[in-house]
């Protein structure tokens, strides 16, 4: 019976106590403003997607409007964004679900043209990235940060922190995944520093344990939480030793941070960008798991990637270890009701890639909920 497993049994989180433990995955869906700002359709949506004790994660939301920003997705840098996401984290307690915003900086996959001078995008390394942006130009020629700067980009993810618990949130995603600034200092193949911010794993590790101590030391580790994905691949992210890296960052959350509010990884198999079709890369979902991370992580541990294409792999999952909860994003986009679905083995609705980075209300807020 779907409904009798630990999928549907709750656990605590952070400051909330949960029902269930199938989680709404960050998703950027490009329905803010043209200043960045949250609008009325996105309370909307995420108010479709909330259920009574579920945990919903925010889509990547910018820190600084000096990140090249892209058009009509959210930031948490100025009064009005922060005024826009209170009607969000409103229209999800009404439903007694618990949400964190998830903080982003792009580093060096920015495009400069979208900067407020046309600063040139940062990051740990002057390494580009090949091939082209999000934007649809070339990635740039990022300007390795000075370390006396490393400072004051972790001032501003702590400034974004305190917005959202201000915006009502309970707490904040780090978003260390996808080849984006802080997974950039962790990987071998983005981060080539001579500081104590590049070389061993101690020291490629150093930006997110310090971002994680500031944020967590700002609003309270139990708000505190972080996403890393040690095999995306995605925009030259490559690690020579992803067991070792991203184990040593949880086994320093586990003696230093015990308290924060979860630790999340996609996994190998995640699908979400087509790269397992590639043959260099689809052994990696077979042969790489999560697990050992898992293994040390004694707090709560959400897994996401691959769950939408295998939505009743969620329930193993669960079933597997006590502290596990499953993300899941596509499957989330067509179905707003997804927890009762399962729970009760209700058919799926199919989703719809044209519209997941268009502007209006198809494609985003009519999809149905389900009736017999
Ligand atoms: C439309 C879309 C937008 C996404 N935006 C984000 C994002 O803002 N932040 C993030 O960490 N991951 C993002 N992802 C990745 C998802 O969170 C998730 O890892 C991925 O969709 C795999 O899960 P699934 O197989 O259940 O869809 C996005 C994925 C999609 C399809």
Redesign the pocket.
């Known amino acids: 019976m779907n409904s009798t497993s630990s999928l549907f049994s709750p656990i605590t989180l952070g400051n909330s106590k949960l029902n269930h433990r199938l989680v709404l995955?960050?998703?950027?869906?490009f329905r803010a403003d043209k200043d960045h700002v949250p609008t009325p359709m996105m309370a909307e949506y995420y108010g479709q997607r909330a259920s009574e004790g579920g945990l919903m994660?925010s889509?990547?939301t910018y820190i600084t409007p000096a990140d090249g920003v892209l058009p009509n997705t959210p930031g948490i840098y100025s009064e009005a964004q922060i005024e826009g996401w209170k009607e969000i984290s409103k229209s999800v307690h009404t439903k007694g679900a618990t949400m964190f915003l998830?903080l982003?900086h792009t580093g060096r996959a920015a495009c400069s043209q979208l900067n407020p001078n046309n600063e040139q995008p940062i990051g740990p390394s002057a390494i580009s990235i090949q091939g082209k942006g999000l934007t649809g130009v070339p990635y740039e020629m990022p300007r390795a940060l000075e370390t006396h700067e490393i400072p004051k980009v972790i001032e501003t993810f702590v400034q974004a922190a305190k917005n959202a618990i201000e915006a009502g949130f309970d707490g904040v995603e780090l978003?260390a995944?996808?080849g984006y600034l802080v997974d950039q200092f962790i990987n071998t193949s983005s981060n080539k520093r001579t500081d104590l911010y590049g070389g061993s794993i101690e020291n490629r590790a150093r930006f997110a344990m310090e971002l994680v101590g500031a944020v967590a030391e700002a609003i309270g580790e139990e708000r505190t939480a972080i996403?890393f994905?040690p095999w995306s691949g995605f925009q030259d992210m490559k690690d020579d030793t992803p067991y070792e890296t991203w184990g040593y960052l949880v086994s320093q959350f586990q003696e230093k941070h015990p308290k924060l509010g979860y630790v999340h990884f996609?996994e190998p198999r995640?699908?979400?960008l087509g790269r397992l079709d590639q043959p260099e890369r689809a052994h990696i979902a077979v042969t790489e798991t999560v697990e050992p991370f898992q293994n040390i992580w004694k707090g709560p541990f959400i897994v996401?990637?691959?769950?939408?294409?295998n939505p009743k792999r969620a329930f193993e999952t669960a079933d597997k270890n006590s502290n596990t909860l499953v993300?899941?994003?596509?499957?989330?986009?067509s179905n707003p009701d997804l927890p009762l679905r399962l729970k009760n083995n209700w058919p799926l609705s199919p989703y719809d890639r044209s519209t997941?980075?268009t502007n209006d209300a198809v494609g985003y807020t009519d999809y149905e909920f389900y009736t017999e």
């Open positions: 995955c960050p998703l950027t869906r994660i889509e990547a998830q982003w978003h995944a996808n996403r994905s996609i995640d699908d979400f996401s990637g691959g769950y939408t294409a993300a899941i994003g596509r499957a989330f986009i997941f980075y």
